[in-house]
């Protein structure tokens, strides 16, 4: 074979790995649903430069006496969440399974079990979910408001694995780009 | 193209050639005027021409360094101002540069015959393109420890050293593939009562890159390879051992602080390893090192069997201990038989991590009183200094008692620098 069909082989292994790799996540971008998720946030500036915080989201800890589905949960984690009037999406029942649902029109979101806190009168753990999007932040400081009483979310596009991909902050409704650490 | 090719084999020979004898000439087995005759029956008579060739390994060593900070920095740089970068000029730079690599590359080594920074131009192509991997998964947000993004830098990397018989692309490779197992075995198992014992599936893994390199070494036109999958395999292995040696890791296990509990994906593993390992047996079933080889792999692969199924046994760390040893003695007889002097060097330097180690985790708990730090040192000194001067008297003897005289150590080292492909496949150096 000469030396030029050769070096075509190779790039043109290498960039179908780049394009498809670019494809298979554009395609799930477009057939991801999106859900508006609540941060739980004292001061939106705390959202500010690569050393914040990773974002805790008011579906990071489930109390699992107040939602449907599984009581036995263990490591992984698929939390069916509903969008609820005022837009945001909150958790309604969590699965050990991904195949699994209680309520129509709902999204799963897989995540990991990080911890379990008992202590509740009603006999069912806390747990402590992490769902692979905490560790995002602000990169500018620059229109974001500071003390506390705001309105501060993220958008999350969940694809059909039940993997979350965060997309963008939303502070009082205004759009913010956000940075992976 | 064929007289370019020959051209290249004769520097190549020449160069390799030099090199030999400058250091048979420092080991005393040629005389000064020896050495001279040599070279000038070779044509390099002349002391700048002599010079010219010696030079050859530098050019390469400096040419993959240079690819190497090179990619480091297009790469520090899409990093640091990525996000002031608009999405499709992110994709339209990494594959503009990928391709401007290997363009530059091939025009080096086959328009101006500079073999040696023309494939260094061509690994300069491969890691942006395992840059590129990682950096289209940041502009989606991926979480960039994906095991499937290391899956994808090894899968890519792999057609090049292949095609242009490149082995400092196939070790990059190799690197990759073994990162995806680890970062599999990370996001599977971590915070699991699996997360030790999963790490069992790497040093299993390393076996199993041992036996391929093994495979390989069956077919005269993959030899070359075989010996980049078996360094890389051995290594592996043996960093796991080396951590399973240690007694910390135990001592938790076994008093139940760690929790422990093998997943099947461990005996899976173990299986087809095996059979690898016995399928590489099979090819030559006569040889009786490969046979005394097979029987080491396997009672690693029955060790890690019975590890996973029986962990809280307090013997363990010394267990593995006995294993580290044994292997790095093993190695260090394989040298010697084949006359090899590469095995000798590197089976020693284990044997000598290996002490060290025990040495450090028996007196580091004493280290708290000022008098014991200063024996520590002492002490340590003394016996690294008496571990050297027995251990070079130790492989001095060995490589004096080898077949030939230990030279096939140099001669094939010097070919490790030249990656020139066999047949007409002669084109990256690199």
């Known amino acids: 074979m000469r030396p030029i069909a050769r070096l075509a082989i190779v790039v043109g292994v290498q960039l179908l790995i780049v394009v498809g790799l670019i494809g298979f996540k554009q395609y799930t971008l477009w057939t991801a649903d999106d859900v508006l998720l609540r941060v739980q946030t004292g001061d939106p500036r705390d959202l500010v430069g690569s050393r914040a915080a990773p974002v805790r989201y008011e579906i990071s800890e489930l109390d699992l006496n107040e939602l449907a589905g599984d009581r036995d949960v263990f490591a992984m984690a698929w ?10 999406w909150q958790a309604v029942a969590v699965h050990g399974d991904g195949g699994e649902r209680s309520f129509d029109g709902t999204v799963l979101l897989k995540g990991e079990i990080r911890d379990y806190r008992f202590g509740s009168a009603r006999g069912e753990p806390t747990i402590v979910v992490a769902y692979g999007i905490e560790d995002v932040f602000i990169a500018s400081g620059d229109g974001v408001p500071s003390g506390d009483g705001h309105d501060v979310a993220m958008k999350v596009a969940v694809d059909r694995w039940g993997e979350g991909i965060p997309r963008d902050f939303y502070i009082d409704g205004e759009r913010f780009d956000l940075t992976r650490r | 193209m064929c007289g370019i090719l020959q051209v290249m084999d004769e520097i190549e020979y020449r160069e390799r050639m030099t090199r030999d004898v400058a250091r048979w000439r420092r080991e005393g087995l040629l005389t000064e005027e020896q050495e001279r005759r040599i070279l000038a029956r070779m044509g390099a008579g002349e002391r700048q021409a002599v010079r010219a060739l ?16 090179l990619a480091g920095g297009v790469t ?3 990093a640091t101002n990525w996000q002031e970068i608009p999405e499709a000029l992110r994709v ?14 091939y025009a080096l080594m086959y328009r101006y015959e500079m073999q040696r920074v023309g494939s260094a131009f061509l690994l300069l192509g491969t890691l942006l393109y395992q840059a590129g991997v990682f950096l289209v998964a940041e502009i989606y947000n991926m979480p960039v420890d994906s095991p499937w993004l290391f899956a994808l830098a090894a899968a890519g990397a792999f057609p090049l050293a292949y095609l242009f018989g490149s082995r400092i692309v196939l070790l990059v490779a190799i690197a990759w593939s073994i990162a995806w197992v680890v970062t599999e075995v990370i996001s599977r198992y971590e915070d699991t009562p699996e997360f030790e014992a999963s790490f069992l599936i790497i040093a299993v893994a390393g076996i199993a890159i041992y036996a391929i390199g093994r495979l390989h070494t069956a077919r005269a036109s993959l030899e070359r390879f075989g010996e980049v999958y078996m360094l890389a395999g051995a290594l592996v292995t043996l960093a796991l051992v080396y951590v399973f040696s240690f007694r910390g890791i135990w001592d938790e296990i076994v008093e139940g602080v760690e929790s422990y509990s093998a997943p099947p994906l461990v005996y899976l593993a173990i299986g087809a390893t095996a059979v690898l390992v016995n399928v590489a047996l099979f090819i030559r079933p006569a040889d009786r090192e490969r046979r005394i080889e097979a029987g080491l792999l396997l009672g690693l692969l029955g060790l890690g069997v019975i590890v996973a199924t029986w962990p809280d046994w307090t013997g363990w760390a010394i267990a593995f201990n006995a294993a580290y040893f044994g292997v790095a003695a093993a190695i260090v007889v394989r ?3 084949s006359g090899d002097e590469r095995y000798v060097n590197f089976g020693l330097a284990i044997i000598g991590l290996g002490l060290l180690t025990r040495y450090v985790d028996v007196f580091w708990p004493m280290l708290d009183q000022e008098s014991t730090a200063a024996a520590f040192f002492i002490i340590g000194g003394v016996l690294l200094l008496v571990v050297a001067i027995g251990l070079e008297w130790l492989r001095r003897e060995i490589i004096r008692s080898m077949p030939d005289g230990g030279d096939r150590g140099g001669d094939r080292g010097d070919e490790r620098e030249s990656t020139l492909p066999p047949g007409d496949a002669k084109g990256a150096q690199a």
């Open chain 1, 79 to 88: 939390v069916e969440l509903q969008e609820q009037p005022d837009g945001y």
């Open chain 2, 54 to 69: 010696r030079l050859g390994w530098i050019v390469t060593g400096v040419s993959i360094v240079g690819a190497l900070v």
């Open chain 2, 76 to 78: 520090l740089f899409f």
């Open chain 2, 92 to 105: 339209a730079l990494i594959v503009a540069g990928i391709v401007a690599a290997y363009a530059v590359g």
């Open chain 2, 335 to 337: 040298g010697t038989t």
